[in-house]
């Protein structure tokens, strides 16, 4: 089985920082993109950003210049740094790999259980 975890995520006035962290863990052989999701209340769940296993980065525009994204490939660990924070980006944050395991004949995604990020005004 391969495990995502995440953490990092709670309540933060506008303006503040969080940084969260997922780290994959199981039957890994390896991982190629992560990324980050979120999903406000009535709202699909959308992109935040992702990050190839060799560092390649794409944001959602929303986030662009305030979120980093980043990784370990060590620890199969993904990052994403959150500045000036607003109140619409409140919503569950999400991790998820794309992960090649000896348990599967074909690469999967694999997703986390969520993070809650609260921003106050």
């Known amino acids: 089985q391969v495990q995502l975890v995440e953490s990092g995520g709670g309540l933060v006035q506008a303006g503040g920082s969080l940084r969260l962290s997922c780290a994959a863990s199981g039957s890994i052989f390896s991982i190629n993109h992560m990324g980050w999701y979120r999903q406000a209340p009535g709202k699909q769940r959308e992109l935040v950003a992702e990050i190839t296993s060799g560092g390649s980065t794409r944001y959602s525009d929303s986030v662009k210049g305030r979120f980093t994204i980043s990784r370990d490939n060590a620890k199969n660990t993904v990052y994403l740094q959150m500045n000036s924070l607003k109140p619409d980006d409140t919503a569950v944050y999400y991790c998820?790999?794309?992960?090649?395991?000896?348990?599967?004949?074909?690469?999967?995604?694999?997703w986390g259980q969520g993070t809650q990020v609260t921003v106050s005004s």
């Open positions: 998820n790999a794309d992960v090649y395991s000896p348990i599967a004949t074909r690469p999967f995604v694999a």
